[in-house]
């Protein structure tokens, strides 16, 4: 799916949101990992535009 602020996502949904593993890309960079209702939420990689990683836990869209 490929939203308008250009932005895409490839992975599990539920009722209608994001939930699931899954992939983002936008502008920040790549997150794979797992969704909770379009959150970033249980444990995923996030590798900026630089190339910097955080691989680890994400709790309601934060890093935990």
Do not use: P
Not at 41 to 49: A, E, F, K, S, V
């Amino acid at each position: 799916v490929i939203f308008f602020c250009f932005s895409t996502y490839t992975g599990q949904w539920h009722q209608g949101a994001w939930h699931g593993l899954g992939v983002l890309r936008n502008s920040a960079g790549v997150y794979d990992g797992s969704f909770r209702f379009q959150l970033k939420h249980g444990t995923g990689t996030m590798t900026d535009r630089e190339g910097n990683m955080y691989v680890g836990g994400w709790r309601r869209g934060l890093r935990s």
